[in-house]
Structures are given as C-alpha cells and as structure tokens.
C-alpha cells in the first residue's frame, strides 16, 4: 500500500486551518471554497504572514519573494494558484 503525497491544496488547506485555530483561540476554521475572499475569513494580517512562514517552512519555498510582481491574492483560489504557479523549477 503506497501512501498518496498530499497535494499542495491539501497542505495549504491544513496548514490555514492550523494557523487560523491557533490565532482564534482554537475556534474551527472557516471552509475554503475557491472564492472565499482571504480578508473574510477571520485570518488578520499577522495569521497571514505566519500562514506563508509556515507554508514556506513546509514546502521549501516563498512565492511572494520569487514572484518578480508584488502580488495580493483576493480569494483563496488565486492565492492557490499564485502557490502553484510560482513553484521553482
């Protein structure tokens, strides 16, 4: 039995939702659709700038200080897709 590696969605998803329970006194994480609008769902910006040292940590890498743009995800999809695209090489 081979155990499946978890996708980076998975592990965004895991890792928010541990960022988001230790930064709201361990209330339950709000589901993340793909439109979720980050600013609503109760993460401020100090839970977000742990949530991307974590992710960094946890995937070896920092999109926002490879990424030649300053970029501002509006929903979860798009801070989804900015993980994705900007994996290095």
Avoid: H
Wanted: proline letters at 7%.
């Amino acid at each position: 039995m081979t155990l499946e590696k978890p996708t980076l969605d998975s592990k965004i998803r895991e890792i928010f939702a541990d960022t988001f329970t230790m930064q709201n006194e361990g209330q339950v994480a709000p589901v993340l659709a793909p439109d979720t609008v980050l600013l609503d769902t109760g993460l401020d910006s100090l839970g977000f700038a742990i949530l991307v040292t974590r992710l960094e940590e946890e995937l070896g890498y920092d999109p926002f200080s490879l990424s030649a743009e300053a970029y501002y995800p509006r929903t979860y999809q798009e801070f989804l897709d900015f993980y994705e695209e900007n994996q290095p090489s």
